[in-house]
């Protein structure tokens, strides 16, 4: 209380030490060494969402009038956050979707249904690859998936910190219960999960249906380095394709998948 000086309230989500805070209205923002963005309801200490995006420490926050919100990390970069309820408006009429880092997190999926209907829905390629959407996230979006009219023909779901329950969800969306409508998807990427051995025993057995038209499967990716002026080096991560057709059994399929690191 700046009258009396009296603490009113203690917040505690980050896992270590807070480095900036920003503050708009009745929210404001936190960041820490531990690589994340809170919002927060100050008013009665609500934790309103954590934001990923930052590969190691956020050192400092600045917000605008607007509600745009730029952070800077010790990782080199600067990233620009799109004020809370305007994110996912300019998705419409777009064919290639890449969410990749966006700091997505379960609650976001939600925003992505109405993009998916109607005669705008046009994706034919999804990246929400690099966020934590674990497995409550992966339900939210199999289930927004069952519904879409998008022509999809690429999903990346890698390193979304999904575990064999997402996997089997997803296994779902290959091979839809009943008559129900398949995406027309040609290409799944899942690699850098925790996904267990059932989890790919349900991919694989989803791939092997005479429903199923998937024909590439990534499985684990390679990192190639270039040489670039100046003694630098350059380093881009390419996919390790599988391709459907050539699977001769669930077994091998199985073998594949577990070699992911």
């Not at 989803?206 to 499967?217: I, N, Q, S, Y």
């Not at 699977?247 to 594949?256: C, F, G, N, P, T």
Request: aromatic residues 6%; contains cysteine; neutral net charge.
């Amino acid at each position: 209380d700046p009258r009396t000086r009296a603490l009113q309230r203690q917040l505690y989500r980050h896992n270590q030490s807070v480095c900036s805070f920003s503050v708009q209205g009745n929210v404001f923002y936190s960041c820490a060494v531990d690589n994340i963005i809170k919002v927060w309801d100050w008013k009665d200490g609500t934790c309103l969402g954590t934001m990923h995006g930052h590969r190691e420490t956020v050192a400092n926050l600045c917000l605008t009038a607007s509600g745009t919100l730029f952070s800077s990390g010790i990782d080199k970069m600067v990233k620009v956050w799109k004020p809370p309820g305007s994110w996912g408006e300019e998705w419409h009429g777009l064919q290639e979707l890449d969410l990749t880092t966006a700091g997505m997190v379960a609650e976001d999926v939600d925003r992505l249904e109405k993009q998916l209907r109607g005669e705008q829905a046009k994706w034919a390629s999804l990246s929400v690859s690099n966020n934590c959407l674990y497995d409550e996230g992966i339900a939210k979006l199999v289930r927004v998936l069952l519904k879409t009219t998008a022509p999809l023909e690429t999903l990346d779901l890698s390193k979304t910190c999904m575990s064999t329950i997402g996997a089997k969800l997803v296994a779902e969306l290959l091979v839809p219960d009943g008559e129900g409508q398949l995406l027309p998807l040609k290409k799944l990427v899942l690699h850098g999960n925790s996904i267990g051995p059932d989890g790919y025993a349900a991919i694989g057995a989803a791939m092997r249906h005479p429903r199923c038209g998937l024909r590439e499967f990534v499985v684990s990716t390679q990192t190639k380095e270039k040489k670039t002026g100046q003694n630098r080096v350059s380093k881009t991560e390419e996919h390790n394709c599988v391709q459907v057709a050539e699977i001769r059994s669930v077994a091998q399929l199985r073998v594949d998948f577990l070699a992911d690191p």
